[in-house]
């Protein structure tokens, strides 16, 4: 296996990793994020404001694209496992 195989197996792991865990992670800083500025002008301090309208915006984001996300991590695994067996 040359350098350019392991950057190339690399470079997929790292846009792997950014389709899954962008949708997450984005929706999570948008709920976040309007939650604070909610929490900022009615001056409203508790903390469980900030934490339930994120868990279930991020559990209806799993829902909604759990099976992409699982998809590219499987297709990610299949083209893994055909990568070793070349070798």
């Given at each position: 296996?040359?350098?350019?195989?392991?950057?190339?197996?690399?470079?997929?792991a790292?846009?792997?990793?950014?389709?899954?865990?962008a949708p997450?992670?984005?929706i999570?800083?948008?709920?976040?994020?309007?939650?604070?500025?909610l929490?900022?002008t009615?001056?409203?301090?508790?903390?469980?404001?900030?934490f339930v309208?994120k868990?279930?915006?991020?559990?209806?984001?799993?829902v909604?694209?759990g099976?992409?996300?699982?998809?590219?991590?499987?297709?990610?695994?299949?083209?893994?496992?055909?990568?070793?067996?070349?070798?």
């Open positions: 296996m040359t350098t350019q195989n392991v950057l190339d197996v690399l470079q997929d790292f846009l792997v990793m950014l389709r899954v865990g997450v992670l984005i999570a800083l948008v709920i976040g994020l309007v939650v604070s500025i929490q900022a009615t001056q409203i301090q508790e903390q469980t404001l900030s309208p868990l279930f915006a991020i559990l209806l984001t799993l909604l694209l099976n992409f996300m699982l998809n590219s991590l499987v297709s990610f695994t299949e083209r893994l496992f055909d990568i070793i067996a070349g070798l």
